[in-house]
Nanobody, 121 residues
Framework: QVQLVESGGGLVQPGGSLRLSCAAS????????MGWYRQAPGKERELVAT???????NYADSVKGRFTISRDNAKNTVYLQMNSLKPEDTAVYYC???????????????WGQGTQVTVSS
């Protein structure tokens, strides 16, 4: 059983900052890629940022220069520092992990329950 638990969402004014955290726990052998996705009302879920176990990052164009993804491999935790937030960043943010629960086989995708981020004055 694997769980991803997000925290850190909330209401912030435009131009403000928030830091999201996501901790993976349970029967985990290794985690390859961890990332953040978001889904705004009436829109499809979209990639925000990903990070490999080696620290290679990838960002959506809409958040480059404003958001920073990082991870602590020892804690199986991924973070998303969000600065200069805009109303269009309002969405439910989901944590994702591509991980293996055993030393053999193939990795599976796991998702957190989501955390609401609202940017509004």
């Amino acid at each position: 059983q694997v769980q991803l638990v997000e925290s850190g969402g909330g209401l912030v004014q435009p131009g403000g900052s928030l830091r999201l955290s996501c901790a993976a726990s349970g029967s985990i052998f290794s985690i390859n890629v961890m990332g953040w996705y978001r889904q705004a009302p009436g829109k499809e879920r979209e990639l925000v940022a990903t990070i490999t176990s080696g620290g290679r990052t990838n960002y959506a164009d809409s958040v480059k220069g404003r958001f920073t993804i990082s991870r602590d491999n020892a804690k199986n935790t991924v973070y998303l520092q969000m600065n200069s937030l805009k109303p269009e960043d309002t969405a439910v943010y989901y944590c994702n992990a591509d991980l293996m629960t055993t030393a053999w086989g193939y990795p599976d995708d796991y998702w957190g329950q989501g955390t609401q981020v609202t940017v509004s004055s």
